[in-house]
């Protein structure tokens, strides 16, 4: 998988061999572990220059801060989903933690499965905050691991996260060159690999909502800031030349056109 294409984490924890495993293990299932830190100001200064997809935080760590007030400073300067990973289960940290509203709070010694999995659904939980969600869907049901399971691909800002095998892989929208339908199946192309999708094309389309991506056929859609050439029947991205139909031209002529 492409580093690029990884969910991002930055860990801190301020037991060195502790934070090596949990980084190690993390590599290891595919996730991309930007950094380690054992203070609050070192977390600050990564998070700052580093990508950082989800923070996952001991509590009690080096430094003038402890892990949550880490977290309240790092979350100032951009929002991101916070696993908390700590012994300490007393009611008044738990209350202090609540106060920033955790994905999750798992208890030392942690099994790499629980934590897999409450990775996978701190990353589904705060991507479905910043997307519409059916009015019909009861709230609680955005923590269940049943929806997880359904849920193919989400979206935040430029970002889509598509679900591959068993975790989420994070893709960049201007990466994404065209969409090719096959049935029920979609396949997106993208600079350096495709993803199949078991969702329309119609569907995908309706869940990313970016103008740039134009239907331009039946089975096919492209990002428009990647054309190259275009003729009356063919759109051309690179190599790769793409049908465009009578009925979808119009519209796809439109984005061209001065105003």
């Not at 294409?5 to 991309?32: H, N, T, W």
């Not at 589904?124 to 905050?129: D, G, K, M, Q, S």
Request: with cysteine; net charge negative; hydrophobic share 35%.
């Amino acid at each position: 998988m492409n580093p690029d294409e990884r969910i991002k984490i930055l860990i801190v924890e301020d037991e060195p061999i502790l934070a090596m495993e949990l980084s190690d293990s993390l590599e290891e299932e595919g996730y991309d572990v930007v950094g380690t830190a054992n203070n609050g100001r070192k977390a600050l200064d990564l998070f700052k220059r580093q990508p950082v997809d989800l923070l996952l935080c001991d509590i009690t760590i080096k430094g003038d801060w402890d892990g949550i007030q880490t977290v309240q400073h790092l979350t100032t300067e951009r929002p991101v989903p916070v696993i908390y990973l700590t012994a300490l289960t007393d009611r008044e940290t738990l209350e202090r933690a609540k106060q920033t509203y955790p994905a999750a709070y798992v208890n030392k010694p942690y099994q790499l499965h629980s934590l897999r999995t409450a990775i996978e659904l701190a990353i589904h939980n705060f991507t479905a905050r910043t997307t519409s969600v059916p009015t019909n869907l009861p709230e609680p049901a955005l923590f269940d691991r049943d929806v997880l399971g359904r849920e193919t691909i989400l979206q935040i800002n430029d970002y889509l996260f598509i679900k591959q095998n068993y975790q989420f892989v994070k893709v960049s929208l201007n990466d994404l060159l065209y969409l090719e339908a096959d049935n029920i199946y979609t396949t997106l192309f993208t600079t350096s690999r495709k993803y199949i999708l078991r969702l329309t094309l119609s569907g995908i389309l309706e869940r990313i909502n970016q103008p740039e991506f134009i239907r331009i056929h039946r089975s096919y859609a492209v990002n428009i800031n990647k054309v190259d050439s275009f003729s009356e029947a063919e759109v051309g991205i690179g190599t790769q030349s793409i049908p465009m139909s009578r009925s979808y031209k119009d519209e796809f002529l439109r984005h061209f056109l001065y105003r």
